[in-house]
Structures are given as C-alpha cells and as structure tokens.
C-alpha cells in the first residue's frame, strides 16, 4: 500500500498544489457545514422568539427579553440570537429600538400555524426577500417582453384567480398559475426555473394568507383582487416600473396580510 504523505509529494505521486487544494477544500466544507449549522440555530432562535411573543400573550408595543436573556433562554450565543431579531424585523414581527432593544410590531396570525410548522417560519417568510428580487423584475421584465400570446395566457389567468377568490372557493392555484405565467412572460427560463424553486414554500404562504384574509372583512379579499389587476394592466400597458412596483406592493401587502 502507498502512502500519501512527504514521500509521496517528493516522489512526484501527488503534486503540492493538489495537497494545497485538498486542505482549501476541506476549509470550505468546514465554512460551509458552520454557515449552516448557525443558520438553522438562528431558524430556532426565531421560532423561539415567536413561541415567546404567542405564549406570553405579548401586545404589539409590548418590550422582547433582552438579547442577554433570549440567548441564555436558548442556550445560544448573543450573535446568533441577534441574527434572529434581524430576520423578525425584516419580516415586520418585531422592531429596534436604539438603545432599548427589541419591541412587538406584529403578532403572526394563529391561523399562520395551521399552514406553517413553527420550526419553518423563518425559512418561509424568507422567501418574501426573494421573492421581491425575482418577481419585481419578472414583472418588469413582462412589461418589456411579453407576446400578444402571453398576454392573453396572463389575462386569463387573472379572470381564474378573480373568479377563485370571489367565489370563496380554494385559489392558490390559480395565485400561482397567474405569477408563474408572468415569470414565463420574461423569455427567460432562468425566472421560471427560479421561481418554481420557490414553489413549497410559497403555496404554504398562499394557502395562509386566503385563509386569514377570508376570515376577515370582505374588503381584504378585494384587496387581493386589486393587488392582482394593478400588476396585470401595467404589463398590458407595457409599464415597466408601473410593473415593478405593483408586484412589490402586492408582496408587501401579501406578507402583512399573515398578521393580525
């Protein structure tokens, strides 16, 4: 049997630069499984903050435990803990205040967990950042691109969903059919391809926000409507940034709808 060592290196049977990448690569592999491990204790320092916000009944204004605190609560670093509040403000849940710590903004709607595991939260309302990036500029993009053809396709799909939110009846899939065939109006298959990557999680987040929004004045679900059609006639009239901006007030509006 050859060993792989200084003799082997001397010998000419493994050159230096493949001992330099092996060690390179197995520092990235360290990095990496760290990156992760942090991100899933962050994903339970979130869930934690949550399950403290329901469980202790606390208000919109009512005041977080202290970092100090929520970190010996958890068993977690400071950092880890602060990663958390970052992520729960970006999702309108909570808010900080300079130099008084974190306060409630939002309470997540009890419906929410019927459709999102508590351990999930975090992950899920995530995908409002991406989806932001992906479907602002999928919209825009529309405007700009799309056929006669995909217009119609759009078209009716807005008219599926309309009549899936009017009639009380499910319509998530209608939701997705209507943004999907705006990402297929980009002529770009790396949109579709990207958005159907997302598709879990969002039909989780579609099925939630009908639900809490049906259960609530029958204006809110005319709202949903509304977002939907702006976004629709500002790529019919080949707005782009009129496009864009729908979409982002329609996401906005579609992850406050997940409060209270």
Do not use: C
């Amino acid at each position: 049997m050859i060993k792989d060592g200084p003799e082997s290196v001397r010998a000419g049977r493994i050159r230096p630069s493949a001992l330099s990448l092996g060690r390179e690569k197995g520092g990235l592999v360290l990095a990496t499984n760290m990156f992760v491990q942090e991100g899933r204790l962050a994903d339970r320092a979130y869930a934690g903050i949550v399950e403290i916000i329901n469980r202790d009944g606390l208000e919109v204004g009512d005041r977080l435990p202290s970092e100090a605190r929520l970190a010996e609560l958890f068993g977690m670093s400071r950092t880890i803990v602060r990663e958390a509040l970052v992520r729960l403000a970006s999702d309108g849940i909570t808010e900080a205040r300079r130099g008084a710590g974190s306060y409630v903004k939002n309470r997540p709607s009890e419906q929410l967990g019927a459709h999102v595991p508590m351990a999930e939260l975090s992950a899920t309302l995530g995908t409002y950042e991406v989806r932001f990036v992906i479907e602002a500029e999928a919209a825009r993009l529309a405007a700009q691109r799309r056929s006669p053809e995909q217009m119609a396709q759009i078209s009716q799909r807005m008219v599926e969903l309309r009549q899936a939110l009017i009639s009380s009846a499910t319509a998530h899939d209608e939701d997705w059919a209507l943004h999907r065939a705006i990402a297929e109006a980009t002529a770009n298959p790396a949109f579709v391809a990207s958005f159907d990557l997302l598709h879990d999680e969002v039909e989780h987040i579609l099925r939630a926000g009908l639900d809490i929004s049906r259960a609530r004045a029958p204006e809110v679900v005319l709202a949903m409507v509304r977002e939907h059609e702006m976004i629709v006639d500002a790529i019919r009239a080949q707005d782009a940034d009129g496009a864009a901006l729908a979409m982002r007030w329609h996401l906005t509006q579609g992850r406050k709808r997940l409060m209270p």
